[in-house]
């Protein structure tokens, strides 16, 4: 109970010993009455009555009331603090009054009443308003539900008069339908406030999706009027490619068989496209008759854009990582081809200098060897007589300094084959590089799947420790329409999510990636070796940034991305399963090309999606 229950205050304030008991203070007189005026004015001020132009519906309940009680002039008025404000005012009432100068003006309870004890009040003496005197006045309350007296419904006249039961009844019900009226106008302004402030339409269709409803951001939204905009179909407002689809959408929707949202692109009067997301459901009546639908669309350019920039982010920072791990990737190459460039050289200055030699004339030395040459060989010196027989000759003679013919031969072959090996590996991952992101493939166009699928092999042997394999069955696959650049990162982030998980157990493992022919569809299967999928993350796995390897601190995109990729700009679809402990992850195309909405999904990226793998 708060200071402000008046009601219970003053039951508290007449119970026998209570004003005795330590530490309870009560309220009482002018304190109390300040109290609750207080709070009269804070409920008066949350319907923003005061200082508004006239009502049009208020009058008519004003109009209504003169006819029912025969009196000429009649009003609605809201006490404020110091004065009290007409709303609607039939006669010659001024637009506002000073509270004293008002005959019920101080008369005011600061304490909250029930709509039964706040009756009409009658005031039979002389009073002025406007230059006018007045001899008659019947005001009834307008109370709110928590019991608060904003202000009255009144009829004067300049005659005594007199009020009869019925007169008091339709007037007091007159008063409760202004505050009924007053409720509604609240709750409207609270939900515009919210809606308008987020910018989103809040529309009702009938049930030939015709516009019925609207919100004034409407206007704000597309540029076209409410009037000119109302009893058109929504299609209508939509871009014409995405006109069909939104019609099969909305009457679905109708039906209760497709789901809440969907998106599209909406025409702006000055003929601009604006992303938009259309929440609705359908309308029914008390028996469960559809009216129509009912539903909200949101601007989404915001998101696009933010979108996009992850997008992109996500892209460069994966380019980035993948070049630094093609630069150590292509180091051991680049070593060997050094190597064998060494090797080669040195073994062409010794047979240079044995050619020298076979010939008599000095070998001239390549100033681009690796190697100096030789120095040239002195002749023998004469045979010397040995004083003394019995010694014995030197043991370990000079060997022959001059190069051996058969061992800088026999090196030859595996410099060679060294150079050749690290050409053919720098070659083998630049053409994967080139094949794995081609330019200019945001359209879908006939491509190799296998081809493609070899190159992502490639990348992604890369990036991870275990092996990675590709298996076609049967061989011979058809050519496969599709954005292939999308494509090769969605099943990269797939490779990677399991390759990630097979390390995390810390032993060797092996994913593989099999394709195949499903009819009209053909199917690409990821999977790999050990227990990837735990108990607890059955139902998370599409939750985004869920770590597959948390103690590797990688989150990253996830598997809701590569079904953007796969589900909305192939028309395909992804599927999560688990075969003995293990992850499979499989995901089926037509083979034609899929109809999903044109803008390449964000998040199609090389990095992996980490996410717990799943079922859906």
């Given at each position: 109970m708060t200071p402000d229950d008046g009601l219970g205050l003053a039951a508290l304030a007449r119970l026998p010993g209570l004003a005795g008991l330590p530490g309870l203070r009560i309220p009482t007189g002018p304190a109390r009455r300040r109290r609750g005026e207080t709070a009269r004015l804070r409920a008066l001020a949350r319907y923003a009555v005061l200082d508004t132009p006239p009502d049009a519906a208020l009058d008519d309940v004003a109009d209504l009331a003169r006819v029912v009680t025969g009196h000429p002039v009649a009003g609605i008025g809201f006490l404020d603090q110091e004065r009290i404000w007409f709303t609607s005012r039939l006669g010659v009432v001024p637009r506002q009054l000073r509270r004293d100068d008002w005959p019920t003006g101080?008369?005011?309870?600061?304490?909250?009443?029930?709509g039964e004890a706040a009756g009409v009040r009658c005031h039979q003496e002389e009073f002025e308003v406007g230059g006018e005197v007045f001899r008659f006045l019947a005001a009834a309350p307008l109370v709110t539900t928590d019991g608060y007296r904003l202000g009255e419904l009144f009829v004067m006249d300049q005659r005594p008069g007199e009020l009869g039961p019925r007169e008091r009844s339709a007037l007091t019900a007159l008063a409760r339908q202004v505050m009924t009226a007053l409720e509604l106008r609240r709750t409207l302004l609270s939900y515009h406030a919210v809606v308008d402030g987020a910018g989103h339409v809040v529309f009702q269709l009938d049930g030939w999706c015709r516009l019925v409803s609207l919100t004034p951001t409407w206007s704000a939204l597309t540029g076209y009027g409410m009037v000119r905009s109302l009893g058109r179909q929504l299609q209508d407002f939509v871009h014409r490619e995405d006109r069909d689809t939104v019609a099969l959408h909305l009457a679905d929707m109708s039906a209760g068989t497709a789901p809440s949202t969907f998106e599209c692109q909406l025409l702006r009067l000055a003929k601009e496209e604006i992303p938009v997301e259309v929440t609705a459901r359908p309308l029914t009546d008390e028996s469960g008759r559809r009216l129509g639908l009912v539903g909200v669309i949101a601007d989404i350019s915001e998101r696009r854009a933010r979108e996009l920039e992850a997008q992109h982010a996500q892209r460069l920072e994966a380019f980035g990582r993948l070049a630094a791990d093609l630069a150590v990737e292509l180091d051991a190459p680049v070593r060997r081809l050094a190597g064998g460039a060494v090797v080669l050289a040195d073994t062409c200055t010794a047979m240079a200098e044995l050619v020298g030699d076979?010939?008599?004339?000095?070998?001239?030395?390549?100033?681009?060897?690796?190697?100096?040459?030789?120095?040239?060989?002195?002749?023998?010196?004469?045979p010397r007589s040995d004083p003394d027989p019995d010694r014995d000759p030197d043991p370990d003679p000079d060997p022959d300094p001059r190069p051996d013919p058969d061992r800088l031969l026999a090196g030859v072959p595996s410099a060679a084959r060294a150079v050749l090996d690290g050409v053919d590996r720098v070659s083998t991952l630049v053409r994967a590089m080139r094949a794995f992101s081609p330019p200019g493939q945001d359209a879908q166009a006939p491509v190799d799947l296998v081809e493609a699928l070899e190159a992502m092999a490639t990348v992604a042997r890369i990036r991870v420790r275990c092996q990675v394999e590709i298996a076609v069955d049967p061989p011979g696959l058809p050519p496969v329409t599709c954005a292939v650049g999308d494509l090769n990162h969605a099943v990269l982030d797939l490779v990677m999510t399991t390759a990630e998980a097979v390390e995390e157990r810390g032993g060797p493992g092996t994913v593989t990636v099999s394709c195949g022919v499903d009819g009209e569809n053909v199917v690409v299967v990821v999977s790999g070796t050990g227990i990837l999928v735990s108990d607890g993350v059955h139902r998370r796995v599409a939750d985004p940034f869920i770590a597959v390897a948390p103690s590797a601190g990688r989150t990253g995109p996830r598997l809701a991305l590569v079904r953007a990729v796969v589900e909305d700009r192939h028309g395909g679809r992804v599927s999560v399963g688990t075969e003995m402990g293990r992850a499979v992850y499989t995901v089926t195309l037509p083979r034609d090309g899929g109809d999903g909405p044109g803008p390449r999904p964000p998040g199609a990226t090389g990095e992996p999606a980490h996410g717990d793998p799943d079922a859906r």
């Open positions: 101080r008369s005011v309870p600061a304490e909250r009443t029930s076979h010939r008599g004339t000095p070998a001239t030395p390549d100033p681009d060897s690796r190697r100096a040459p030789a120095p040239a060989l002195a002749p023998d010196p004469a």
